[in-house]
């Protein structure tokens, strides 16, 4: 992707998937915990359908922050939302994969019966938005990071010994999240080091969530990128 403006219809795309994508996935997180005879998530109202029951402010404000990023530096739909708090020896499960891959299905039926005009395309575009949020979200979920799955999932692996020490990092995990998307491109900035691919951590998300789509959907990754970042004025130019 090559660009410096920020493309304003597909950033309010990012952060409206992302909040489907949150109320899914959380909601999915409690339903399985439910499942499993974890009581917590029913009396703690996450059985719902309910934004504001799912919303985490620094998760959501992140979305936001990077759902504006210019067209160059890969807006993407990245964030987390309230942990709900379950059994953590249970397993817990998120649907991103099975609305990712009806977004994906869609994608790769629908296309050929858009009209080929430019407001038409919108569709295929917020499809293509959708999915990708939906899998950035699932690879960035796997950052052993707290408050991502990641976190919970390694917690859960180690012996009990290692997973009470593993857990005293659960405080600090949203500054080290910040750190890694944020602080370290800048300090690659100034040591001439920007291109160094730990230095883009977002981008490198978004460009697996395009190649995946690809994959599945058997469209070109070009096509996949054209569709995600459409800009209505420069074709109508």
Not at 62 to 87: H, R, T
Not at 199 to 221: D, E, K, R, T
Request: some cysteine; glycine content about 10%.
């Amino acid at each position: 992707m090559s660009g410096s403006n920020i493309n304003v219809v597909l950033a309010l795309m990012i952060i409206g998937s992302f909040l489907v994508a949150i109320i899914l996935h959380e909601c999915g997180h409690a339903l399985v915990a439910s499942w499993l005879g974890d009581p917590t998530p029913r009396r703690e109202g996450r059985l719902s359908f309910n934004l504001l029951s799912h919303l985490d402010p620094v998760g959501t404000l992140l979305a936001v922050i990077l759902a504006f990023l210019p067209v160059g530096a890969g807006p993407v739909g990245l964030g987390w939302g309230k942990p709900v708090k379950s059994d953590p020896w249970k397993l817990r499960g998120g649907p991103n994969a099975g609305t990712l891959f009806v977004a994906i299905g869609v994608l790769r039926f629908v296309i050929p019966l858009i009209p080929s005009n430019a407001i038409a395309l919108r569709l295929p575009q917020l499809i293509t938005v959708f999915a990708s949020v939906n899998i950035s979200l699932a690879i960035f979920n796997i950052l052993p990071l707290y408050p991502l799955d990641g976190y919970q999932i390694l917690y859960t692996l180690l012996p009990s010994r290692q997973a009470m020490q593993f857990a005293r990092s659960a405080p600090y995990g949203p500054f080290i999240i910040l750190a890694l998307l944020f602080l370290l491109p800048f300090l690659g900035q100034l040591s001439g080091l920007g291109n160094f691919f730990l230095f883009h951590i977002p981008y490198y998300i978004l460009l697996g969530s395009f190649n995946i789509i690809a994959a599945v959907s058997g469209l070109q990754v070009d096509i996949v990128t054209f569709l995600y970042v459409f800009n209505l004025i420069n074709l109508l130019k």
